[in-house]
């Protein structure tokens, strides 16, 4: 079975705190994502990653960045958090050349104040 | 811009009763359509779809695409309180990204 784990999953943060999200897998994907969501929203894409060093925007990656410095491990960072990043974080991760399934981690709901 | 949208949002039936939830989507390279249940948690897998026509089935959930008109059906027949989730449809475009609908809330009441 396909494992993604997410290191936190609650986090309570500062305004202006640097945040690091980290999400692993095991199952030696190229592909990883980083998802927020919230009410009424839906899933909104941050950033992916196709390989390790590799990174490209998604729909809403203002405010955000990422780090891929090995291939099982893809780090969602929010430079100076605020009150409107609270959300819950999602990452999943897939294996390229092949259609469809993401395998998601269980979330982090993180908590901006 | 890929649009996924869903409907209905919100839902509540009776147990036993049969459902459908629907996704209608815009994609410029399309490659499949996905549907996940989630519950409290993260999105667990259901169906993926890549062709028009066939359906997808798993106990008592069923799924169909319809590429011409752009759009695919999650039903549940028999509905269990074990049902009630978040039904989220996800169409895959170019580069394997996902965009997802905002979803529709099953509330299944004993």
């Known amino acids: 079975d396909v494992k993604v784990t997410q290191s936190s999953r609650y986090l309570v943060k500062r305004t202006g705190e640097k945040v690091f999200l980290e999400c692993v897998q095991d199952?030696?994907?190229?592909?990883m994502f980083w998802y927020r969501q919230d009410p009424g929203l839906g899933l909104r894409l941050i950033y992916f990653s196709y390989d390790v060093k590799m990174k490209e925007k998604g729909d809403i990656p203002e405010g955000y960045s990422v780090s891929r410095e090995k291939k099982e491990r893809f780090s969602l960072i929010l430079e100076s958090a605020s009150t409107n990043q609270t959300s819950m974080y999602l990452c999943?991760?897939?294996?390229?050349?092949?259609?469809?399934?993401?395998?998601f981690g269980p979330g982090t709901r993180l908590t901006v104040l | 811009e890929d649009k996924v949208v869903q409907s209905p949002l919100s839902l509540v039936v009776h147990e036993g009763d049969t459902v459908t939830l629907n996704c209608s989507y815009e994609?410029?390279?399309?490659?499949?359509l996905l549907w996940y249940k989630q519950e409290k948690k993260a999105p667990t897998f259901l169906f993926m779809l890549?062709?028009?026509?066939i359906e997808k089935k798993s106990g008592r959930l069923s799924s169909i695409l319809d590429k011409k008109e752009l759009f695919s059906i999650l039903n549940i027949t028999a509905t269990q309180t074990g049902d009630s989730a978040v039904y989220l449809c996800?169409?895959?475009?170019?580069?394997?990204?996902?965009?997802f609908g905002k979803g529709t809330l099953l509330t299944v009441n004993p």
């Open positions: 999943a991760s897939h294996f390229s050349g092949r259609d469809g399934e993401q395998f």
């Open positions: 199952m030696d994907h190229e592909n």
């Open positions: 890549t062709s028009s026509g």
């Open positions: 994609v410029t390279n399309f490659r499949s």
């Open positions: 996800a169409v895959e475009g170019s580069n394997y990204k996902l965009t």
